[in-house]
């Protein structure tokens, strides 16, 4: 009986090694996507912001010419 206790006593250990070893893994796994999501947000943000700029660029232009366009008009009244 003592051998039968030896061996499931041996095939726990080893499943608990197993278990702490996925779970370290998997630990592991979390903390880098974790990482690679955060620099994914970033980009994501900054890419919003050039899309801002771009259309507040394209806004500035169209006041611009309408402004240079009825100063025009005003001059040759």
Do not use: C
């Amino acid at each position: 009986m003592s051998g039968t206790s030896d061996d499931e006593l041996e095939k726990l250990r080893k499943l608990r090694t197993e278990l702490e070893n996925r779970l370290a893994a998997i630990d592991e796994e979390l903390e880098t996507l974790e990482g690679e999501i955060k620099v994914l947000r970033q980009k994501v943000a900054i890419r919003e912001l050039e899309e801002s700029v771009r259309r507040r660029q394209k806004e500035l232009e169209g006041l611009r010419f309408d402004k240079k366009r009825l100063e025009e008009e005003l001059d040759q009244q």
